[in-house]
């Protein structure tokens, strides 16, 4: 299978990205140009973390309108999978194509530094992979982290089962001292109701080997390689 | 040319960090009366006058300057 990676003016993680899908995963990856329209066949996009647009007026809320992204919404709407991670979260919130919104950490700093995740379902081309009851540790490293959306929209989450990373410690328990910025609920990462979109704040691909402090990163784009690889070929 | 100008805050109940923050330093400083800051910003935008130059400002309110989800906005136009 092949990975798009989305570069925006101000993306800074988007060659961590392909290092992680082509060279430890394996799989071919190509950079795919903001200004372009064009996925050149990819199977999945991967939009990156950086600072789109210098987090001009709010973070994601340029990058939302490039060209690429009239191309990714298309995909991602008929069913093509896409993950954005960090600003690539941002961007797709800004979008609709992922419900809320990243406000400013509740602290107001900006924060690096590893978390541990508690992946909430095992059932998804994202974390196929994982064991039920895995724990993930994987760097965050942003200033506008903060995820918030209204009561109404936070049910409907919950009862969607679209949360599917929680910020919670060593051991996966889901506590306030494990929130690292305010979000509602710990949450870390949601998919759209349909499952094909995932919007994260951690990095798993800065996460991919040990060298680097973790390699649970590798089990998210291993899920959705397996996951393409267990879908029947296309005619 | 016309001129409208926006103002965009967060919506009534949505945390404002900086605002609360802002509001710290000035009770450090001894403004003590001051309860409660709710931060916000506003631009400026020179317009041609268009007969339906209100509803594209309300357009481009919503679909770029805030973000519905957590921000209101209102403008006021300037002759």
């Known amino acids: 299978m092949k990975f798009g990676v989305v570069t925006f003016p101000g993306s800074n993680c988007d060659y961590d990205s392909y290092a992680a899908t082509k060279f430890v995963i394996g799989c071919e990856t190509e950079f795919l140009w903001h200004k372009s329209e064009d996925l050149a066949g990819s199977d999945a996009i991967i ?67 590893y978390v541990y995740l508690k992946v909430e379902r095992t059932d998804t081309v994202f974390t196929g992979e994982c064991r039920a009851d895995r724990v993930l540790k994987i760097p965050i490293a942003h200033g506008d982290g903060n995820y918030y959306n209204f009561q109404g929209e936070l049910d409907d989450l919950e009862k969607n089962n679209q949360v599917l990373f929680r910020y919670a410690n060593r051991t996966g328990q889901v506590l306030p ?21 995932l919007g994260m704040m951690p990095h798993p691909e800065r996460a991919v080997e040990n060298i680097l402090g973790s390699s649970d990163g590798q089990a998210i784009f291993r899920s959705i390689v397996a996951h393409f690889n267990s879908k029947p070929a296309a005619v | 040319m016309k001129k409208a100008i926006v103002y965009i805050k967060l919506k009534d109940g949505v945390l404002d960090p900086q605002g609360k923050t802002i509001a710290l330093a000035m009770g450090n400083m001894g403004y003590d009366e001051f309860r409660s800051v709710r931060s916000g910003r506003f631009f400026e935008l020179e317009c041609e006058d268009r007969s339906d130059l209100e509803k594209r400002i309300d357009e481009v309110c919503r679909r770029l300057l805030a973000n519905p989800v957590v921000e209101n906005y209102q403008v006021e136009m300037l002759s």
């Open chain 1, 47 to 113: 939009l990156p973390g950086g600072f789109s647009y210098g987090d001009y007026l709010r973070s994601g809320a340029i990058a939302r309108f490039s060209p690429i992204m009239k191309a990714v919404e298309k995909f991602a709407r008929s069913g093509g999978i896409v993950i954005g991670i960090c600003n690539g979260f941002q961007v797709l919130v800004e979008a609709g194509l992922l419900p809320g919104a990243l406000l400013r950490n509740s602290h107001l700093r900006f924060s690096c530094k």
């Open chain 1, 177 to 197: 001292e494990a929130n690292p910025n305010g979000s509602v609920g710990n949450i870390a990462g949601i998919l759209n109701r349909e499952g094909n979109v």
